[in-house]
């Protein structure tokens, strides 16, 4: 698995992040992918489809990022960041209470452009 000064290395993956995607959007988009309208927004067409993105996730002590690359045939953590200890309590106060996995946003998310220069 990638840290990130490795995936800062890989500007291919770089350039293919989606920003935007959410762990809830992945799912209804690659799990039930033949069960959905577009909504005028995105649709995967064949199983050759793929999407890389971000995840946080606070299960941990420490919140952590995963970059994702996920298909119809399933997800594959391709790295693993520590959220810096100067948003950790960011996270923290966000989430209090509630471990899961949640999209990338906000402070996380720019800190995680600047330091990818995307």
Known sequence: MMDLAELKENRE????IDWDM???EAVRLYL???????????????KEDE??????NT??????VYFIKRA?????????VEVPTHLRGMVNQ???HRKGVYAVEDEVRAWLKQE???
């Open 32 to 46: 039930e992918w033949g069960n959905n309208w577009s909504r005028g927004y995105r649709m995967v067409r064949s």
């Open 13 to 16: 993956l770089v350039e293919a």
């Open 51 to 56: 999407s890389y993105y971000f995840v946080l």
């Open 22 to 24: 959410s762990p809830e």
């Open 94 to 96: 966000r989430q209090p």
């Open 116 to 118: 990818l220069n995307a």
């Open 72 to 80: 119809s045939e399933g997800a594959v953590e391709l790295a693993r």
């Open 59 to 64: 299960w941990e002590e420490v919140p952590v």
